[in-house]
Structure formats: C-alpha cells, structure tokens
C-alpha cells in the first residue's frame, strides 16, 4: 500500500515530465502551451528482488475505483478533483484502505509541507530514480545487412535468395583472392620504412572496419533477443540464426586473414592502398545490398522485409564479469594475432630469410669478352639495417672477383662491378646496370629477367641469374664440377677427331690431351678439368686447354707468364706450377687472366651456356682469338677464322662413348681396334695407307681411300697377298690384285682363258731338260711399265680349265700389257686368252655391252702382249645406239672413229651434249672411211671445221670441192645417215666405194643417197 499510495501521490505532484530522449524537462516552463504533453499514467509492472519479470504470476485484484486509480498513463485525463473524488468514493467503499490512504497521505502532506522549497529537487530525484531504473537496459537491433536475410526471411523467398547470392559472392571472391596470393605471390623480401608504417597502420583501420566479425562473435556468444526475434519473424529458427551468423563470422575472418595478406604482401603504398580498398568493399557488400533492398532496388519483399529488420528492437545482455565481455576478448585475440602474425613476416625480412643465399650469374662476353670471367656462385651480406639491401660477391676465389648492389640514382636499379672498384665508387663506375628501375626491390633476382648494359650503354646478351637451392650448392660452388658425387666421369682424354685438321697456326699443336694430374689427383679450374698435350715444345712448354667461365681455352706454359714470372724462372713443364699459377689469388682484385700481354690466348671456344655444360669441351667449335685494340687483355673469338678443330672423349665406354669401327672396349678403358683402324678409341680410319679395308670400302669412305682399287692406291703394298682365288682356282700362296674393287668410276676387264698341257709329262711333276719343275705359272697385269699392276697370280697348270677373270681398272687405261711367265717349254704347254672390254658373256645381272678387245692368242711359253687403250665409259654409253660394239678394237674406220674420240676425252669426262657428241662421230667417221689425205677434222667444235657449214650448231652443208686435195675418192661411211639436219652434200666424184660394198657409177651414188633419204632425210643434189 506504501507502494501505491507513493504512486498516486506521484501522480498528482508530478511537476516535470520525461521526454523520450531520456531528458528532464518542466512541462510548462520548458515547452510552449501547445507542445505541452498530456499527463499520462503510468502503468507500474511487479517484479521480484532480482528485477525479473514474474510472467507467470497472477495479476493483484483491487477494486475497480482503485485500479482506474493507479492506471497511471491511461486515455482519460482527470484534473485533480477528480482524482480526489474518485479517491473518496473507493475509501467509501473500502474503510481499511481508506484508513491507509488517509494515513499515507498525512505523512506525504507534512512531509512536503516541511520541505516545500526542496519539493522540486526532490521531484527531479525521484524522476531521475524512476528514469534511471527505467533505461538500465539499452535496447538492440538486428544488424542492416544480408545475413539477417538468412535468417528472418522464409525458406525460398526472394530475401532468402539475395542473401545466399550475395554470401556466396563474398565468399567466391575472397577464395579468389586466397588463392592468387598463395599460388602466384610472394612476400616481399623487404620494404622501406614508410611502407611498413603504412603496413601497420593499414591491418589496424582493418580490424577497426571489420563490424561482421564483432557483430557475429557477440551474437553467437549472447543469442540477444531470440524470443522478441522469434516472435516478430515466421521464418526464423534458431538453428538458421546460429548458420547465418557463422557465415558472417567466417566472411569476417576471411576478408581479415585475406586484407592482412594483401597489406604484407605490397611494397610500396600505393599497392598498399589499392588491395586494401579492394578488400573493404567485398566486405562491406552484403550491408550494399541490404541497402539496395532497404531503398526497394531488389523488390517490394527485400524492402518490407529489411524495414522490420531495422524496427526490431531487443534487450541487451546485461555484461557481468569476464563471460559478459567474452565478444571483446575474442576480437583483442583476433586483433594480436594480426599483429604477431605482421611482428613474424618483419622478423622474416629483416634477416633476409626469403632472399636466395647464394645465385649464379652467366655473363655473355659478346661485347665484353672478360665478362664471362665473372660468372659464377655469389654469396648473400646483410645490409646495416633493418630496411637496407643487401649486396651479393663472389665466393670462388679462382674466379673473377665481383659483388652485385643495389644503387639509386636516375634509375634504381641492380649493378655490377669487379671488386677492384671500391663499395662506395661501386653505384658510380658500375660494369653493368639493370636497364628496367626497380625503386622497391630487395630481391637480385627481380633483374633476372632485365635487360643489362654496361657502362658505354650496349646491352649484355645472354644474361642469367638463377637461386642455388640449399642442397645444390656444393656441387653449384664447389672445387669440382658436380659437385665430388657427381654419377658421371668426366672424360679425361681429349682426342682430336679425325675429320678435322686440328689447332693450327705457326706451330704444330697437339691431337691428344690429357687431364692434368697433380699428386696423382685431378685438378681444376673453375670447376672444370684442366687438360695437358701429349705434345710439348721447348720453348713454349706445355700445352694448356682450361675453362674461363664462359669460354675455353688453348694457350701454351708461356703464354700464362707475366714478365715478373719470366724473371722468378718459373718451370714451364711442371703440371703443378701452371696450376699455381692460374690458382694465384695474393690479391684478390687481381686477376692472372686478366694481366697477361695479348696474343697469349690462341684458340678460344664457342660459348657455353651453363645449362649446356657438360664438364668438358666435348664437341665445341673453336676460332682463333682476336683482341678488341691495343689496351685489349682477354680475347674475343674470332667467328670469321674457325679453326678445324673438334674434341672427343678418348675412354671408351661401352654405352656412353664405344669404341669405333666394331672395336671392343675393354675393363680399362681401352680400345682393342679392328680393321686396321687406329686411335684411342679406333676413331682413326686406315685410309689410304695401300691396304685395302673392307669394311671401309665404301662411298662415304672414298673406297678405303683408294686402296681397294689399282688405279687409286698408292704405296708399295697396294695389291700384296689380296689375292686368294683366280680363275677358278684357290691359289697355293696369295697373289696381287684388287678383288674388293668397288669403285664405281672403275671399268672392268675381263681376261678369258683356257690352258691345256701334256698330261704325261705332268704326271708326278717331271723335270724338264733344265732340271726345275712346272708346278705354277704367272699370269701378270701391268700398266706404266709396271708401276700399276692389276693382277699378278700364279696358276696350277695341273688343272686345265676355262675360266675368266675380271679386273677393275681405270677408265681409258691405257699403257698396260698381258704377260704369261714361268711356263716350261717342254711341257706342251698351250693356252688360249682373250681381252673383253667389259664383264664375260656368262657374267649375270650385265648390262653394259661388252666387245672383245683383239683376237684369241695362243701361248705356248713365256710372252707378254699389249692391251689396247680402253674406250671411254662416257662415250661408249653416249654412242651404244649408233655403233655396234663389234666393231670396237677392230680396226675399222668407226674404231678409228672411236678411237680419235677417245683421245680427245680427258679423264673420263664427256659433255652433256649427246646429240652434239653423235654429230661429231659421224663427220669423224666420214673423215676416217675416205680416208682423204687432208685431216680435215680437229679439236675444234665441227661447226668450224673447212668442209663443215653448220645451222643450230647442226652441220648442214658437206663441201668437197673437186680439186686434188678436196677430191672425194673414198668409201663413203653409211654414218651420213646420223647426220639429220644435213641438208647438202657437195661432191666431185670419179670413182668411189659406196658404204654398202658396191664400186659403181654416179648413178649408183645416187641410188644409194636415195636409200639415206628415206632413214636419215638427207637432201641430195
């Protein structure tokens, strides 16, 4: 009642009012009459000790006077009379409250009564009380974006769908950009001091402007108004509530994880700016959205449904100890591990543990040869601080000595230099400078792929720079090439192959190199081996064949001298003085190769990519070298003189590297050669040493180099013993000859034969009246007096036989006898041979025509007989369609024909011309069955000839003029008829035989000039 009676009384002394910004406010003094609000009742709510609501309670009864009493806020308005009687009527009606009201009521009197000038600040107590209690809970809203979409709208309505659109864009982009970053992006090694600030402050606005994540983690972790939720939506559950704030907090962390990505991963601040908008705005796309559906761009359905969104209200978690702040905790988390995550990656960058410890650069020397002095392993140093680049020198110290560094200027950008030049004078005299600006790298490796030049402006070519892995820098860096467990040998003996001359200029240099071995160990230089000749000159001292880097070179002990080494009497055959030499390294900017006179290099390789390295100069193209000018100290190669020269390995091995020509590699590396080839590994072929090899009688080998044939051996031994079968026969003991003639420029000759003898006095081998036997007999082929012989075999006369025999000699052999020696005289001894210009008529797959070359001659004893001069090959087959091959070596007009032909022929070479070829035949014929006194024929063309008028190069006119000397008084060749552009046959005739045998009149001539007209259509007058 105490209650109640303070409510009543409030009401009627209420001086002031509450607005519904919480403000105390007087009703008359502090708003105009017309804006005053109109006194309401307050309607007052019970609940228990704890302030919570006891829904289930039942209502307290009270009359119906006194509860139209403590209406406070209702619709009627009462002035206070009325309040006062409406007062009275309910004390009537019930004494005891009455009684209790009156009493309240004195109390409240003399109590305002005694303070009436405190009444209005205690009025404002009681208000501010009341409004105090009133405002302890803030209300809350559900947050303006899609994923309220999730869950307040109904399963598959148009919000459900723009919310599952729009979550899944997020989600797709960000997963994009996660994926870029991961597979194509590299944390930068470094960055410069204002772009880390920028990257700091950047991960801080990202966490600031992340609403999604705080929004979702306090909903997951509070559930806030789910009950007013559920009761405001149809489609809500709390399952889809919990699902569509995890999204969004899944959203949220993958935007974050993904901007702070970004943010490391630039350097430079406009990067840095660029991905960071990029990111915010995918994450900030779903409250777009809710926007464009709040402003009714996506529907009439989104619209409604986003403004009850926005008018939901609930209460707030009350916070109370550590789980009331769970939200904040979790997002200080996320917050510090952004940046212990930032702390890691600078951590990471300043000690350069993304930068490549070691590289190896390639120079290509095309403009400046000592550049590929220079190429090598190079080593990474720190810089001075935490933001400073670092620089790269070269760690072999047999090499050219260089660093790589960074310089700013006109162009920032990477350079190289020769330690010689100092650091600080390095950006200013740089070797070589990165044409493209890089003005953010920290990585040497970013230029690989530039365009470098040097100082003078020409650009390099052939530039690489690659990362030495960990595990490969041994065998990239170390002593040996490939490292000491390298799988393959590298070939220790270079043989020069035999296709090629070798080095050559004023002096004789070495075929054969050996791998230098110092202590019974190999040694190097530049990783690789270094080679010694077989040969060494008294003056020069060894031979030397080493790798520059980039290049090989050939050069001898002397060349490698300094005058100071000259005057110290440094031994010029001693292997290991040369490699202290090359090795010397008192000074490491200085460099032997560098400090030598010109012209101590002689030959200079090809160049050799380091992809293409094979250990060796295996298979290289060598140039003499040649010197840029007069200050030059390091040789280009000269591409314009080549020198003839090609290496080889010369340690066979079976599979890699077999011996040549069918030899066989033995255990040791050695080759056991067969076929008379020779060398380290049988590469040298037996060539022209006068024996014949078959295996290498063959066109690519010119023929054994002519060994296998009489007319193209040369040497004593030509023919010795190659001869085990002739004629038929298996001869006793081997004879001279060229059975494996192949050469197709050779002709045969084939020698026919048929020997008999006395049975009688064979038997047991007789002794004739000169007390010897008869068991063999020469048969003998020899030409030029005897320096050419085709054959020379001895036969068994025992064994009577006709058998022929074919020889292979040279076309127009000429100058060559037939002899038969050793036959005795009494033994009745008889043979019968014949000459064949070609193969046997018995010989299979024989095409080519042959012709005996001279009768069948008997021989009885000891006799040689000439053989005749073999026609050409070319003119026997341009004229094989005109002339019977009877007539060859006969005597006749036409072998006279051919032989006058044949000597105008020079080394077996006839014109093209065939038809020009059978003209001129047929007018030497004509000449030679006249048997004229005047030569009227010569070595001229027979256009030009006196008795000759010719059209088209065709002879058309035949003159004989009648005199004494031009008097046709022959025989008149039936070759006239080959003459088919002949038009006129000028004659003065007495008496003459007709080339059909008949000797007759003139009638009788034109007759027979009428039998040629109608075959070779001569005109005749």
């Not at 769908?161 to 979550?167: L, N």
């Not at 990257?199 to 606005?205: C, P, S, Y």
């Not at 060796?616 to 000018?629: A, D, E, I």
Request: hydrophobic share 35%; charged share 25%.
């Amino acid at each position: 009642q105490a209650q109640t009676t303070f409510a009543i009384k409030f009401e009627l002394t209420m001086p002031k009012m509450v607005a519904m910004d919480g403000i105390l406010r007087d009703s008359k003094a502090d708003l105009p009459p017309e804006q005053a609000p109109t006194p309401k009742t307050a309607t007052l709510s019970l609940g228990d000790e704890n302030g919570r609501r006891r829904e289930k309670a039942p209502p307290r009864k009270f009359s119906n006077d006194i509860q139209e009493l403590l209406e406070i806020g209702g619709d009627e308005e009462a002035d206070m009379q009325e309040r006062l009687m409406l007062l009275e009527t309910s004390v009537m009606k019930n004494a005891e409250i009455l009684q209790a009201m009156r009493r309240a009521n004195r109390n409240l009197e003399n109590t305002v009564r005694k303070e009436e000038k405190n009444d209005e600040q205690r009025t404002k107590m009681l208000l501010q009380q009341f409004s105090t209690k009133a405002v302890e809970k803030d209300l809350r809203t559900l947050s303006d974006d899609v994923y309220s979409f999730l869950f307040c709208s109904k399963i598959c309505s148009v919000p459900s769908w723009i919310g599952m659109g729009t979550v899944f864009i997020q989600f797709a982009v960000f997963a994009l950009f996660l994926g870029d970053l991961l597979n194509t992006n590299e944390i930068p090694a470094n960055v410069e001091t204002m772009v880390r600030v920028g990257q700091a402050g950047a991960i801080l606005i990202n966490f600031m402007a992340q609403t999604d994540v705080r929004t979702s983690l306090r909903a997951l972790l509070y559930q806030e108004g789910v009950e007013e939720i559920e009761d405001n939506f149809d489609g809500f559950t709390r399952t889809r509530y919990l699902v569509g704030n995890v999204l969004m907090l899944i959203q949220g962390l993958l935007g974050t994880v993904v901007s702070i990505q970004l943010i490391v991963y630039s350097d430079n601040i406009f990067d840095l700016l660029l991905n960071f908008t990029a990111v915010m705005f995918v994450s900030e796309l779903d409250e777009l959205v809710f926007y464009m559906a709040r402003n009714a761009y996506l529907g009439v359905k989104a619209e409604k449904l986003a403004e009850e969104i926005q008018n939901c209200e609930f209460d707030s978690q009350n916070r109370k100890g550590v789980s009331g702040y769970m939200h904040v905790i979790l997002f200080a988390i996320l917050v510090i591990a952004g940046y212990v995550y930032f702390a890691i990656i600078i951590a990471l960058q300043v000690e350069n543990t993304t930068l490549p410890e070691y590289v190896k650069a390639e120079f290509g020397d095309a403009v400046n040869p000592t550049l590929g002095l220079y190429s090598g392993c190079y080593m990474m140093k720190a810089g001075s601080d935490w933001s400073a680049r670092v620089t790269y020198e070269q760690v072999q110290t047999e090499r050219g000595q260089g660093r790589f560094t960074y310089c700013y200027g006109d162009i920032r950008s990477w350079t190289f230099s020769p330690l010689k030049i100092a650091e600080e004078d390095a950006c200013g005299l740089p070797t070589l400078r990165s044409d493209e600006e890089r003005p953010t790298s920290y990585d040497l490796l970013d230029a690989k792929g530039d365009q470098w030049k040097l100082d003078s402006g020409n650009p390099i070519q052939s530039f690489q720079l690659v990362e030495i892995e960990e595990d490969r820098v041994a065998e990239e860096c170390g002593e040996e090439f490939g490292g000491a467990d390298r799988e393959e040998e590298l070939c220790p003996i270079l043989i020069m192959d035999q296709s090629f001359e070798g080095f050559s200029d004023d002096r004789d240099w070495s075929r054969s190199y050996n791998e230098m071995l110092v202590d019974g160990k190999s040694v190097y230089f530049y990783q690789h081996p270094i080679y010694v000749g077989e040969y060494m000159d008294e003056k020069e001292g060894l031979e030397l064949i080493f790798f520059t880097g980039r290049r090989w070179l050939s050069t001898t002990a002397k060349g490698l001298l300094t005058e100071a080494d000259i005057e110290g009497g440094v031994d010029l055959t001693s292997e290991a003085e040369m490699l202290s030499l090359l090795r010397d390294k008192t000074d490491v900017t200085d460099f032997r190769l560098l400090s030598l006179e010109p012209g101590a290099y002689a030959f200079i390789s090809e160049a050799v990519d380091q992809a293409n390295d094979r250990g060796t100069p295996l298979g290289l193209r060598w140039y003499h070298s040649r010197y840029g000018g007069s200050d030059a100290n390091f040789p280009f190669a000269d591409i314009s003189r080549p020198a003839d020269a090609l290496f080889s390995c010369g340690k066979c091995d079976s599979e890699g590297n077999p011996c040549r020509f069918e030899g066989v590699c033995l255990a040791d590396g050695t080759c056991d050669c067969k076929h008379g080839a020779t060398g380290k590994l049988c590469e040298i072929k037996p060539l022209g040493d006068g024996i014949c090899h078959p295996f290498f009688n063959k066109g690519p080998d010119d023929f054994d180099g002519g060994d296998c044939c009489v007319s193209t051996c040369q040497g004593v031994s030509c023919g010795v013993g190659d001869m085990t079968e002739a004629f038929g026969q298996e001869l006793r003991r081997s004879g001279n000859g060229f059975p494996h003639c192949k050469d197709p420029e050779m002709v045969p000759l084939t020698i026919t034969m048929n020997h008999t003898i006395d049975r009688g006095f064979y038997a047991g081998f007789l002794e004739d009246s000169d007390g010897g036997t008869f068991e063999s007999y020469f048969v003998e082929v020899s030409c030029h007096g005897g320096d050419e012989i085709p054959l020379r075999v001895a036969l068994d006369p025992e064994h009577p036989k006709k058998a022929s025999q074919t020889l292979y000699v040279a076309d127009q052999m000429d100058a060559c006898e037939i002899s038969f020696l050793g036959i005795q005289s009494t033994s009745l001894f008889n043979a019968t041979f014949q000459l064949i210009d070609g193969y046997p008529e018995d010989a299979e797959g024989v095409v080519v025509a042959s012709a005996e070359m001279r009768d069948i001659s008997n021989v009885t004893k000891d006799a040689a007989f000439t053989i005749p001069t073999l026609y050409a090959k070319c003119l026997k087959e341009t004229l094989k369609d005109v002339v019977d091959t009877s007539t060859y070596y006969s005597g006749t007009y036409q072998d006279e024909a051919m032989e006058w032909m044949n000597e105008e022929i020079k080394d077996g070479r006839c014109s093209n011309d065939q038809e020009w070829r059978i003209q001129r035949y047929a007018l030497v014929a004509l000449w030679r069955a006249e048997g004229s006194p005047v030569e009227w024929v010569n070595k001229n063309d027979q256009c030009l000839w006196s008795r000759i008028n010719c059209k088209d190069n065709f002879p058309v006119v035949i003159t004989h003029d009648g005199d004494t000397t031009g008097r046709l008084n022959g025989t008149l060749a039936t070759e006239i008829g080959l003459l088919t552009h002949l038009g006129t046959f000028h004659a003065a005739v007495d008496t003459m035989i007709l080339g059909n045998g008949n000797s007759d009149t003139f009638s009788s001539f034109l007759l027979f000039f009428s039998e040629l007209n109608r075959t070779s259509r001569c005109v005749h007058e």
